[in-house]
C-alpha cells in the first residue's frame, strides 16, 4: 500500500437537525464500509472549545461546550488506499444520500482532500 488518501469534510448543521444529522452519519459510515478501499471513516462532533491559549499552555482540559449557538460542527474523518478508491464512492453516495444531507446544513460542507506526509 503506497500513500494512502484522506477527506476531512467540516459540516455545519442546523441546530433542530441533530438526530436526523446523526442518524444519516451512522449510515453513511456503514455504507462506506462496505466499498473496496475504504480503511476508516469516524464522524466527530465538536463539542470542546480550549479556553484560551494560557490554558493550553498551562495544559488544562479543554472545556465542554454547555450551548450550540446557531449552528452544530461535524467532521468526516475518511481515510482510503487511494484517489480511485474515493472516486468509486463519491458517485453512489452522492446518489444516495445529498438530498437528505442538503436538508440537515446551513451551509455547503467545506472539504480538504489529500495524502499522507506522515
Known amino acids: 500500500?503506497?500513500?494512502?488518501f484522506n477527506e476531512i469534510c467540516i459540516y455545519e448543521a442546523k441546530?433542530?437537525?441533530?438526530?436526523?444529522?446523526?442518524?444519516l452519519m451512522k449510515e453513511v459510515a456503514e455504507y462506506y464500509m462496505t466499498m473496496p478501499g475504504v480503511i476508516e471513516v469516524k464522524y466527530i462532533k465538536r463539542t470542546h472549545?480550549?479556553?484560551?491559549?494560557?490554558?493550553?499552555r498551562?495544559?488544562?482540559?479543554?472545556?465542554?461546550?454547555?450551548?450550540?449557538?446557531?449552528?452544530v460542527t461535524y467532521v468526516l474523518y475518511l481515510v482510503l488506499e487511494d484517489e480511485e478508491a474515493?472516486?468509486?464512492?463519491?458517485?453512489?453516495?452522492?446518489?444516495?444520500?445529498?438530498?437528505?444531507?442538503?436538508?440537515?446544513l446551513t451551509t455547503m460542507p467545506k472539504i480538504i482532500l489529500g495524502e499522507n506526509i506522515v
Open 49 to 56: 472549545r480550549q479556553k484560551d491559549f494560557n490554558a493550553v
Open 86 to 104: 474515493h472516486g468509486r464512492l463519491a458517485k453512489p453516495a452522492l446518489e444516495l444520500f445529498y438530498k437528505r444531507w442538503t436538508r440537515c
Open 1 to 4: 500500500m503506497g500513500s494512502m
Open 15 to 23: 441546530l433542530d437537525k441533530q438526530d436526523e444529522i446523526e442518524t
Open 58 to 71: 498551562d495544559g488544562e482540559p479543554p472545556i465542554r461546550l454547555t450551548r450550540q449557538v446557531d449552528k
